[in-house]
């Protein structure tokens, strides 16, 4: 169950109404929402997560 936590997340996100609220992750985007703390600092935490996530994948050549 641990390794779906992403899949967990996505539907929680859909239940609530916030998938794709943040927008676009750019860096700049995520250090700025990071800055003005709150809700937007987890959103960026997470965006920046799953940036992380799909880089790594990107560079080991997996898909799940």
């Known amino acids: 169950m641990a390794e ?10 859909e239940e609530k109404g916030t ?6 992750a750019t860096p700049k985007k995520i250090s700025a929402a990071k800055k003005k703390g ?8 997470f965006a920046s997560n799953m940036k992380k996530i799909a880089e790594r994948r990107k560079r080991n ?3 799940r």
């Open 19 to 24: 998938v794709g609220s943040f927008g676009k």
């Open 38 to 45: 709150g809700i937007m600092e987890k959103k960026a935490v």
């Open 61 to 63: 050549g997996t898909k």
């Open 4 to 13: 779906k936590w992403i899949q967990g997340a996505r539907e929680k996100m």
